[in-house]
């Protein structure tokens, strides 16, 4: 079956940096898009970044722009997210998400519910 597996997460202060991790298995890794979603508490699930099945197209959420990447290694079946600058609102569950891209709407970033599968997400804490 189809798993996600976030990794990376944890506390650190702000204008630190840290490099999420999310492996996956049980489907043509190559054939999908993939996307970082985060929900912080009391708010709802917001899209961070996307990326094509290519990895051609990439995608970000303007609070993010400039100062995280997402990048795909198709042999290793993995996504990354680095992240820099890194601010206290950028402290939420961080989750990993995967789907066909022509399922899911423009640049994939606003509507979690067109994604249909998640890894079970990773927390970053950013103190001020």
């Known amino acids: 079956q189809v798993q996600l597996v976030e990794s990376g997460g944890g506390l650190v202060q702000a204008g630190g940096s840290l490099n999420l991790s999310c492996a996956a298995s049980?489907?043509?890794?190559?054939?999908?898009?993939l996307g970082w979603f985060r929900q912080a508490p009391g708010k709802e699930r917001e899209g961070v970044s996307t990326?094509?099945?290519?990895?051609?197209?990439?995608y970000y959420a303007d609070a993010v722009k400039g100062r995280f990447t997402i990048s795909r290694d198709n042999a290793k079946n993995t996504v990354y997210l680095q992240m820099n600058s890194l601010a206290p609102e950028d402290t939420a569950v961080y989750y990993c998400?995967?789907?066909?891209?022509?399922?899911?709407?423009?640049?994939?970033?606003?509507?979690?519910?067109?994604?249909?599968?998640w890894g079970q997400g990773t927390q970053v804490t950013v103190s001020s």
């Open positions: 998400a995967a789907d066909g891209w022509a399922t899911v709407g423009g640049d994939g970033l606003e509507d979690p519910s067109e994604w249909d599968y």
């Open positions: 990326i094509t099945s290519g990895g051609s197209g990439t």
């Open positions: 049980g489907f043509t890794f190559e054939n999908f898009g």
